[in-house]
């Protein structure tokens, strides 16, 4: 199962927040903004501070995408 942060850049865009207003706000590095634009992995701490950061939860930052079945 794949883990999409798509819903992350839809709500800064919608807060008019940049990615670098973010970093700065949430005190990580570049690195993370970067995880997060490939889908990478990031800790479960990260998330935590992105949605307190944001003032959010969860569900509001990512989605799980399945897995595919292949027959």
Not at 25 to 48: C, M, P
Not at 52 to 63: A, F, K, P, Y
Request: hydrophobic residues 40%; contains cysteine.
């Amino acid at each position: 199962m794949a883990v999409s942060y798509k819903r992350l850049f839809h709500l800064l865009i919608e807060r008019d927040m940049t990615t670098s207003q973010l970093q700065k706000q949430a005190g990580f590095s570049a690195n993370i903004i970067a995880r997060l634009k490939r889908n990478g992995a990031v800790s479960l701490d990260t998330i935590e501070c992105i949605c307190r950061t944001m003032n959010c939860s969860v569900d509001d930052i990512l989605e799980f995408i399945p897995d595919k079945e292949e027959n």
